[in-house]
């Protein structure tokens, strides 16, 4: 029992070590984003309003620039989530992530894959989950996108 244990917290700690890991190494793309947003929203008028009118740096950055450059950096967030699970997946299938107890696609492809000319569903039907969730995800990034877009004229 104490083993069972032992090993299935291993594996959660696995799985999040390497989401963990992944957001570590995507973090340079949030920053770009912001940094670009942030240069850009700088030299607009509002943001010289603001400064005329009295505002200091935290006030301007917390009213006028944060609220504006938070939908460019959701966006992001949103198309990185189908990635990442992909990613995981892939890990999953070399057998680098989540181990056989834990239900991962990866290792239901990975599983599949020595009775893929006989049983091809039990290699596809994770696939094409796999394949659903990241065009979920990336159709709600698109209307994320839409909807915290400043310039879309359409009515709310």
Not at 68 to 84: C, E, H, Q, R, S
């Amino acid at each position: 029992m104490n083993f069972l244990i032992s090993f299935c917290l291993n594996n959660r700690i696995t799985v999040i070590l390497l989401t963990l890991a992944l957001a570590v190494i995507s973090w340079p793309k949030y920053a770009r984003v912001a940094r670009s947003q942030t240069l850009a929203l700088k030299s607009s008028g509002f943001v010289a309003a603001a400064r005329l009118s009295g505002d200091n740096s935290m006030q301007m950055i917390l009213r006028h620039i944060l609220p504006n450059i938070l939908g460019p950096i959701l966006v992001t967030a949103m198309l990185d989530i189908g990635t990442m699970m992909m990613e995981l997946a892939g890990l999953s299938f070399l057998n680098l992530g989540a181990q056989p107890p834990t239900a991962e696609w990866g290792n239901m492809m990975s599983g599949g894959r020595s009775m893929l000319q006989t049983y091809p569903w039990l290699v596809l039907s994770p696939g094409f989950a796999i394949f659903l969730s990241v065009v979920i995800f990336n159709l709600l990034g698109d209307t994320v996108r839409d909807y915290m877009d400043p310039k879309n004229s359409r009515a709310r």
